[in-house]
């Protein structure tokens, strides 16, 4: 059965950082396209940073330079660094992982920025 479980939120303050990771089934890392998104409430899910089909990052622009997205490939791992934390970044992020037809989300974990 094919997992994408997601680890590492939880509460900071603006300015901070965190890291979130989502573990992946060994099948899903090696040939699904893997990104991050996150839905804050009263708000539609939206694209935080994914590897794209050609091998590529996308970012959301509200993110450039502060999220980078990278992948573990001894862990089947694909984690998010998160610097430079700020109020509007506080949501809940899923992983999500794509091949064609086939969209694996994790459960989500809450991001939670406030002093």
């Known amino acids: 059965q094919e997992q994408v479980v997601e680890s590492g939120g939880g509460l900071v303050q603006p300015g901070g950082s965190l890291r979130l990771s989502c573990a992946v089934s060994?099948?899903?890392?090696?040939?699904?396209?893997m990104g991050w998104y996150r839905q804050a409430p009263g708000k539609q899910r939206e694209l935080v940073a994914a590897?794209?089909?050609?091998?590529?990052?996308d970012y959301a622009d509200s993110v450039k330079g502060r999220f980078t997205i990278s992948r573990n490939n001894a862990k089947n791992t694909v984690d998010l660094q998160m610097n430079s934390l700020k109020a509007e970044d506080t949501a809940v992020y899923y992983c999500?992982?794509?091949?064609?037809?086939?969209?694996?989300w994790g459960q989500g974990t809450q991001v939670t920025i406030s002093s």
């Open positions: 999500c992982a794509t091949y064609g037809p086939r969209v694996f």
């Open positions: 060994r099948s899903i890392f090696s040939t699904f396209v």
């Open positions: 590897f794209n089909s050609y091998g590529r990052i």
